[in-house]
């Protein structure tokens, strides 16, 4: 039973094209996130969603588009793709508000030729 | 804002050696404290967190206290192995902000 699950692991792609991430959690949590690892292991947040509201939305270009059709699922869309988009793109779940546990799920490894 | 300093690494170790990670934080609100673990190739892994001051999470043999006096919570074990072998990052999550920030990372090396 996997708690935090994102579809595709990896995703190679070519410079222009459109792509989607998908992320589903079956913790029963009500918020959920995206962050980006980039090439160097920096992590930082991208979005915060609270029961399909979004709550966060860090500078981040406006070709990355997160949606959720419910609270347990988290895609994220990216338009127009370009070689520093290449990171590693974590989805993570927790419940309730700030100090709480956030569990992530196996990434999904993006690289942009 | 909020922020958290981790020691660069990469740390490297002979088996059964004793490890300390340093980790300070700033924070505006009363954060819970975290250590993530990532091993080779995989995604981030809960180790250990504490809530409130001078509480001390644990788990395999890896411990970490919080010391709100000096905004600490430095990572320690006592006899690594070559299966630690991973990045660890420390993160904080504050009060109200649903989002975790992340120290930068060290890359612990255990050699056999």
């Known amino acids: 039973d996997t708690a935090v699950s994102q579809t595709p692991k990896y995703l190679v792609t070519q410079m222009g094209n459109d792509k989607s991430i998908k992320c589903e959690q079956n913790l029963g949590h009500d918020t959920m996130y995206w962050y980006k690892q980039d090439s160097k292991k920096f992590l930082k947040i991208m979005f915060s969603y609270n029961n399909k509201e979004l709550i966060i939305n860090e500078t981040v270009p406006n070709r990355f588009s997160p949606k959720s059709p419910d609270k347990a699922h988290l895609n994220l869309h990216i338009n127009s793709l370009e070689l520093g988009d290449s990171a590693v793109y974590f989805c993570?779940?927790?419940?309730?508000?700030?100090?709480?546990?956030?569990?992530f799920g196996p990434g999904t490894r993006l690289l942009v030729l | 804002g909020d922020s958290v300093t981790q020691m660069e690494g990469p740390v490297t170790l002979s088996e059964e050696a004793f490890l300390t990670i340093n980790c300070t934080y700033t924070?505006?609100?009363?954060?819970?404290l975290f250590w993530y673990v990532q091993y080779p190739g995989e995604g981030l892994q809960l180790l250990l967190k504490a809530t409130k001051a001078d509480d001390k999470g644990s788990n395999k043999g890896f411990e970490a206290t919080y010391r709100k006096e000096t905004t600490s919570f430095h990572l320690e074990k006592g006899s690594v192995q070559v299966s630690d072998s991973a990045v660890y990052f420390c993160?904080?999550?504050?009060?109200?902000?649903?989002?975790?920030?992340f120290g930068s990372g060290t890359r612990l090396q255990v050699q056999p």
């Open positions: 993160a904080l999550s504050d009060t109200g902000r649903r989002a975790l920030t």
């Open positions: 924070a505006t609100g009363y954060p819970s």
């Open positions: 993570a779940s927790s419940q309730g508000e700030g100090r709480e546990t956030q569990y």
